[in-house]
């Protein structure tokens, strides 16, 4: 679409009963010049008739968290109880909507669900929100809540020492909510969930039937537990190698460790396992293939929002139908432009850079 066909189609979905004097009267242009873009949004299949409605692009919904992130980094390695020289940050994070984020900027049509609380932050996290070209007509706008937060602590190395969540808004998010919106649900290409949301609504989505794939993050060891009982409902997993050896009971020192872990879950009937090795890359594998991709060593900017960005890409890769081998370049492309910023959404996020990333570095 052209500039002007995306912002008559904007106009339409804000308010499908528009007519076209006032789409001319808010873009200040001739009705007839409307008329004709109109016309030709409806050859290319975008308008469906002529009551206006939009046909609209495959999406992907993600369901999560959203909060503020406060960010402490020490200049020296960090002592315990002791107070640390450092720098402090704040930005708008939370693996749902850095997840959702990375996915738009990648050039796809994204949705988000998540719970904020009608306070400061919640405010100003909406107010960005609405600029990301992101869909989120469906989150939960909270009176007399709080916004999720997470502070964690980074070494000089840039490493994270430790966090803390506080996610209690999440909660909200319930399987009676989501049963309401159902159809936005179902009708979205992909689903990406993360386990900051609670057990019971993660067993809602993985025993929906005629559901998307989902795609879940499993975010921290404590969270994943969550879902180990059912697994096996989720087409893609990506837990790191500790969170898989939580939900697989099987420790893991090598590649054959991995290997077994990968068919542990494979056999409860998740399609697509990837196992973060952190710095030394990414493990996969299917029913078919089981491979390590190792990437270069580079100097991060910061390490978090990498793993949300890993999981936009295989979110893009699925999306497009690539191979496992090639989703899981287009992920680790994704986390390394992230952990080259020192926000945990780089602005440089696009299919471009990413590709530019994975070729520069031969990943």
Request: glycine letters at 8%; proline letters at 2%; charged letters at 25%.
């Amino acid at each position: 679409m052209t500039e002007r066909e995306k912002q008559i189609v904007n106009l339409i979905k804000e308010n499908p009963l528009i007519t076209q004097e006032e789409i001319a009267a808010k873009l200040n242009c001739a009705r007839t010049s409307i008329a004709v873009h109109i016309s030709n949004l409806m050859k290319k299949g975008v308008i469906l008739g002529k009551k206006y409605i939009i046909n609209e692009d495959p999406y992907i919904l993600t369901i999560g968290g959203t909060n503020v992130d406060i960010q402490g980094k020490s200049y020296t390695n960090v002592i315990r109880y002791d107070s640390n020289p450092g720098m402090i940050g704040i930005s708008f994070g939370g693996v749902g909507k850095n997840v959702a984020e990375n996915i738009s900027r990648l050039g796809i049509s994204s949705k988000l669900i998540t719970a904020l609380g009608d306070d400061f932050y919640g405010n100003g996290i909406r107010e960005y929100l609405k600029n990301q070209n992101l869909d989120i007509s469906d989150i939960l706008f909270l009176k007399n809540q709080s916004t999720s937060m997470y502070l964690s602590i980074l070494n000089d190395d840039k490493e994270m020492e430790m966090a803390i969540s506080s996610m209690d808004i999440c909660k909200n998010i319930t399987p009676k909510y989501l049963d309401s919106i159902r159809k936005r649900i179902v009708n979205s290409k992909i689903i990406v969930l993360d386990t900051n949301l609670e057990e019971e609504t993660l067993r809602y989505l993985a025993f929906l039937r005629r559901k998307p794939p989902l795609i879940l993050d499993t975010v921290s060891t404590k969270k994943a537990i969550k879902v180990k009982d059912f697994i096996g409902r989720f087409h893609t997993i990506k837990p790191n190698r500790i969170e898989a050896e939580i939900l697989s009971g099987i420790s893991i020192f090598s590649k054959d460790d991995m290997k077994r872990a990968g068919d542990y879950f494979l056999n409860k009937g998740v399609k697509k396992v990837f196992i973060s090795l952190g710095s030394d890359g990414v493990f996969y594998m299917t029913e078919n293939e089981a491979e390590t991709i190792k990437i270069p060593r580079i100097n991060p900017a910061s390490s978090t929002g990498a793993g949300d960005a890993f999981v936009a890409g295989i979110a893009y890769g699925e999306y497009h139908d690539y191979s496992i081998r090639e989703a899981t370049k287009i992920g680790l492309g994704a986390g390394i432009l992230t952990s080259l910023s020192d926000k945990t959404v780089s602005d440089q996020m696009n299919i471009k850079n990413v590709e530019n990333i994975i070729k520069e570095m031969e990943i």
